[in-house]
């Protein structure tokens, strides 16, 4: 499983929504799950998965998935 399917799967399982639902567009707003605490959801499943601490001043720029995939990318390396 690649780095972008990883990151999806989390996002729909942290929000309960469908995986179809995920676009590298998707961000947070955009739909009534993704809210504070669904983000706070979706930064701790990621951080647990990827064994990783995403940098707290990093934690603002990350709007959409994309952003997170880019973000678990370059701190793992990838």
């Known amino acids: 499983m690649t780095t972008e399917d990883k990151i999806k799967s989390i996002i729909s399982k942290a929000l ?8 590298l567009e998707l961000s947070t707003g955009d739909i009534q799950q993704w809210d504070s605490v669904g983000n706070l959801n979706v930064i701790e499943m990621i951080q647990t998965e990827f064994n990783i601490e ?3 001043d990093d934690l603002f720029e990350l709007t959409s998935v994309q952003d997170y995939i880019n973000e678990v990318k370059k701190l793992t390396h990838e």
């Not at 309960?16 to 676009?23: G, L, M, N, R």
């Open 54 to 56: 995403i940098p707290f």
């Open 16 to 23: 309960a929504i469908d995986i179809s639902e995920v676009t």
